[in-house]
């Protein structure tokens, strides 16, 4: 049966001040190892390395959208990658256009040596360090012979997603950042696991709504209209850190599946029926 093993590097909501921003890792059993989002700063990297994950080990990362909490660690992934692997394989970095633009744009900012263009980065030395894949929502994008992945558009941003990825009929969902989107619940459907933020509870929906967020009863109504076997919850804002079992009861209300809250460094395995 498939298998894939899930850490989380970072789980806080973007001003939250407890948890590192969202990077989530997915090793699946054929030793694909694909990085969801790429959090803020270094906090990726020294998350990663507390659990032998290293820069080196990040080959391709899937963006949800381009807002600097879930973007902006991509040149320090990147800095450290060249760093201690010159002349690796070049890092793989899928997302919409919108993504793929400001991606350009924090790389051009961050380092001056770097020669950027519309398909990727070359070091000073020359080297082909990244590439960039825009993906459109609906496009599956091939991350090894058996591990696929499909963008789907959420309610957030223009040119945010969510993420499907999948590998012998195993799914884990990613739902980035947004509202409650009958467009996740469509690409959720009988998934194994779902990753949904919830930034509040529904008692503060309205900021939630006004912030293009969703609360954990819309987190948990997704998984329930979905079918999904197991949601876990992330995106945490400064509110939740100590206490998150607000979310949970909340989620429970409208999931009768296994509810969990993510926190920096939690690690959950999953396996295909």
Not at 3 to 8: A, E, K, Q, R
Not at 177 to 196: M, N, Y
């Amino acid at each position: 049966m498939p298998h894939v093993h899930v850490t989380f590097l970072g789980t806080g909501a973007g001003q939250c001040v407890y948890r590192a921003h969202t990077a989530i890792v997915l090793d699946w059993d054929d030793g694909t190892r694909v990085l969801l989002d790429a959090s803020s700063g270094n906090s990726a990297l020294r998350h990663g390395a507390q659990l032998g994950m290293l820069a080196q080990d990040f080959n391709q990362v899937l963006l949800s959208h381009h807002h600097g909490d879930h973007m902006g660690g991509l040149p320090y992934i990147q800095g450290q990658r060249n760093s201690t692997n010159p002349g690796g394989p070049p890092l793989q970095v899928y997302g919409t256009e919108e993504s793929m633009s400001s991606v350009q744009r924090l790389f051009q900012a961050t380092n001056a040596r770097q020669r950027v263009d519309q398909d990727g980065l070359h070091t000073a030395s020359g080297h082909r360090a990244a590439l960039w894949h825009p993906t459109q929502p609906g496009q599956w994008v091939p991350l090894s012979p058996q591990v696929r992945a499909r963008a789907f558009p959420v309610n957030h941003i223009a040119g945010a997603v969510g993420w499907r990825v999948e590998s012998g009929g195993l799914a884990v969902v990613f739902s980035g950042d947004t509202r409650f989107s009958p467009s996740l619940v469509e690409a959720a459907q009988g998934a194994q696991l779902l990753i949904h933020e919830a930034i509040s509870t529904h008692r503060d929906k309205e900021d939630a709504d006004r912030r293009a967020h969703s609360t954990a009863s819309d987190a948990a109504r997704a998984a329930a209209e979905a079918g999904v076997s197991q949601l876990v919850l992330t995106h945490i804002d400064s509110k939740y850190h100590f206490n998150p079992q607000p979310l949970v009861e909340e989620a429970r209300r409208s999931y009768s599946g296994p509810v969990g809250v993510a926190c920096d460094l939690y690690q959950v395995s999953v396996t295909g029926g």
